[in-house]
């Protein structure tokens, strides 16, 4: 099967001054299919975003290779990966960047109405469908500024599908969110994935790895490990054993 993102031998090093460098990622080989669910974990400082921003092509790798459908990210220009962020995938941060001068519903819009894949008709339905289907169409006209923290997480993934990606890519998305929010969120993420969308997302949370399929290890800029968890089913009971088993594995591999 043929892998939807994979990089070969990826490196990243970021100059300190100019004699110095400082190595990152060191020949990471990762390979993403098609209705995955993928969570990276691993020790502060060891990668992690710094793997997933070279991924999805907002940082530009040392050398080594990636490779995302059809697109080899290296080629392309700044404008060319642009295009291909905006139309093929997805983003959502543990700091939610919604313009506050829009509202909820225009925030959500404004990546559909920028691709200008389908007509603004179009655009507009499917931003409804996402308000309903996230629980949030009640906000369509409010401020940012009105809404809670697990709101706006919603309206992030909201605006994440608008486009339709292949791929959505999330650097701790449950952070900033208590408990209960985080729970709701994986819960709304899970319910993405079930309907075709792949996921990668960065996590330091035990409870939120779990509810993924697969888990990547990062320790020092290297993979290390990998540990595979398969699907999850409904029911609170099976989440908590998956949380345990997880919880384990991350304490034999010393994290």
């Known amino acids: 099967m043929n892998a939807l993102l994979k990089s070969t031998n990826l490196n990243k090093s970021y100059r ?41 092509g ?26 291909v962020r905006l139309d093929e995938m997805g983003f959502v941060f543990q700091q939610i960047h919604l313009l506050r001068n829009l509202s909820i519903m225009d925030n959500v819009l404004l990546p559909g109405y920028l691709s200008k894949r389908c007509p603004r008709r ?3 339905e499917r931003a409804e469908e996402l308000l309903n289907r996230t629980g949030i169409a009640s906000l369509a006209d409010r401020s940012i500024t009105q809404a809670s923290g697990g709101q706006l997480q919603r309206v992030g993934i909201c605006r994440a599908l608008i486009n339709e990606p292949d791929i959505i890519f999330g ?48 320790k020092d800029g290297r993979l290390v490990n990998e540990k595979a968890l398969g699907p ?24």
Request: net charge negative.
């Open 16 to 56: 300190i001054d100019a004699n110095n460098e400082q190595q990152v990622l060191f020949d990471v080989n990762v390979q993403v299919h098609r209705g995955e669910f993928i969570s990276v974990m691993g020790p502060s400082g060891s990668g992690k975003s710094t793997l997933l921003y070279n991924l999805c």
């Open 232 to 255: 999850v089913a409904d029911g609170s009971e099976e989440v908590t054993e998956r949380e345990a088993v997880l919880a384990s594995w991350l304490q034999e591999n010393e994290v």
């Open 171 to 218: 650097d701790e998305p449950t952070g900033a969110l208590n408990s209960k929010a985080s729970a709701e969120i994986m819960e709304l993420l899970t319910e993405v994935n079930r309907t075709g969308t792949t996921i990668l997302l960065v996590t330091h949370d035990v409870r939120v790895a779990s509810r993924t399929h697969r888990v990547l290890l990062m």
């Open 58 to 83: 907002m940082d530009r790798r040392s050398s080594g290779s990636v490779q995302f459908k059809d697109h080899t990210l290296e080629t392309l220009s700044e404008p060319q990966l642009a295009r």
């Open 122 to 124: 179009l655009i507009e």
